[in-house]
C-alpha cells in the first residue's frame, strides 16, 4: 500500500533538547510538507520541498530545520529554539506543488 | 492576502438530516480548492479537488460545489460515522502552498 509513515504516534521531550520526527512516503511524490496544528487554528506551513537537496521556509520556520537528502524521507527537527514546541505534527506530500496534498497520520510531540 | 473562512464552526445534526458546510475564499487566480476530512488525532484525508466554477464533485454521501467566491459540501443523509472535522484549502496560481481554513466540526447524532 502506498502512503506516508510517520513516526513516532506520541513523542515526549524535556525542554532545551532538539528532537526528529521522522516522514517518509511511497508514493513517489516529489514534494514533500510539514505543518504544525494546533486546536483551534488551520494548518500552519513549516517547510516544504519540491525536490530532493531543496527546501523553502514556510509561514513558521523559526525553531525548526528539515533535510531532504532522498526521495521518500523530509525529517523535521524540532530545536530548542522553537518556544511553543508543544504540538500536532503533520507530514504531506504531493505529485506537484501546489496541488492535492496527501498526509500522514501525524505525530503529538508534548514538551515539558 | 490570500485567504479561507469555513463556516459554521461546529453543527450538530441528526442522523438523515442533510445540510451544507461553507468555505468562503480570497486568491488571486483559483489553481484549486480541496476538501479534507479529518478525524480527532489523525492526519486529514483528502476527499475532492475542484479546480473552476460550476464544477462538482461526489463521494458517497458528500458532495461538493464551487462557484467564484466559496464552496460547499453538502451532507445527504449523513451517518454518525460522518462525524469528523472537515477542511477547505486552496491553492492560487502565484504560490506554491495550500491556505488552509479553520475547519468545521461536524457531529452526527444517531
Known amino acids: 500500500d502506498g502512503g506516508i509513515t510517520q513516526s513516532p504516534k506520541y513523542l515526549f521531550r524535556k525542554e532545551g533538547q532538539n528532537v526528529t520526527l521522522s516522514c517518509e512516503q511511497n508514493l513517489n511524490h516529489d514534494a514533500m510538507y510539514w505543518y504544525r496544528q494546533d486546536p483551534g487554528q488551520g494548518l500552519r506551513l513549516i517547510y516544504y520541498s519540491q525536490i530532493v537537496n531543496d527546501f523553502q521556509k514556510g509561514d513558521i520556520a523559526e525553531g525548526y530545520s528539515v533535510s531532504r537528502e532522498k526521495k521518500e524521507s523530509f525529517p523535521l527537527t524540532v530545536t530548542s529554539a522553537q518556544k511553543n514546541p508543544t504540538a500536532f505534527y503533520l507530514c504531506a506530500s504531493s505529485n506537484v506543488v501546489g496541488y492535492e496534498q496527501y498526509f500522514g497520520p501525524g505525530t503529538r510531540l508534548t514538551v515539558t | 492576502e490570500d485567504q479561507v473562512t469555513q463556516s459554521p464552526e461546529a453543527l450538530r445534526l441528526q442522523e438523515g438530516e442533510s445540510s451544507s458546510l461553507n468555505c468562503s475564499y480570497t486568491?488571486?487566480?483559483?489553481?484549486?480548492l480541496f476538501w479534507y476530512r479529518q478525524d480527532p488525532g489523525k492526519g486529514p484525508e483528502f476527499l475532492f479537488t475542484?479546480?473552476?466554477a460550476g464544477e462538482e464533485k461526489e463521494k458517497e454521501r458528500l458532495k461538493a460545489t464551487l462557484t467564484k467566491k466559496e464552496s460547499f459540501l453538502h451532507i445527504t443523509a449523513p451517518k454518525p460515522e460522518d462525524s469528523a472535522t472537515y477542511l477547505c484549502a486552496v491553492s492560487g496560481t502565484g504560490f506554491q502552498k495550500l491556505v488552509f481554513g479553520t475547519g468545521t466540526r461536524l457531529l452526527v447524532s444517531p
Open positions: 486568491v488571486s487566480g483559483l489553481r484549486g
Open positions: 475542484l479546480y473552476s
